[in-house]
Nanobody, 117 residues
Framework: QVQLVESGGGLVQPGGSLRLSCAAS????????MRWYRQAPGKERELVAG????????NYADSVKGRFTISRDNAKNTVHLQMNGLKPEDTAVYYC??????????WGQGTQVTVSS
């Protein structure tokens, strides 16, 4: 069964850190570009960070550059998003996405990140 499962979300104070993980199963994630999106209440889903297949390049939304780092472990079929210096505006549901040209996008169920004092 093809699946993406996110974990690591939670409640954190402003300035804190969280590490999100996305575990892929049922397919070889190393052949897919992997991305993290987020969606805040009342807002559209936005791309936060992406990493190429098998992992040579990364890209980030301007709002998270210098604070977030995306990485992948192809041997473990996992992708991580290290989030430092979290701000209240980072509060959202974070989704893992697997993208490969000509194939349907794959999505996880999402994990809630709440930044609040």
């Amino acid at each position: 069964q093809v699946q993406l499962v996110e974990s690591g979300g939670g409640l954190v104070q402003p300035g804190g850190s969280l590490r999100l993980s996305c575990a892929a199963s049922g397919f070889t994630s190393s052949t897919y570009a992997m991305r993290w999106y987020r969606q805040a209440p009342g807002k559209e889903r936005e791309l936060v960070a992406g990493i190429s297949s098998p992992g040579g390049s990364t890209n980030y939304a301007d709002s998270v550059k210098g604070r977030f780092t995306i990485s992948r472990d192809n041997a473990k079929n996992t992708v991580h998003l290290q989030m430092n210096g979290l701000k209240p505006e980072d509060t959202a549901v974070y989704y893992c996405n697997a993208y490969r040209r000509w194939l349907p996008d794959l999505w996880g169920q999402g994990t809630q990140v709440t930044v609040s004092s």
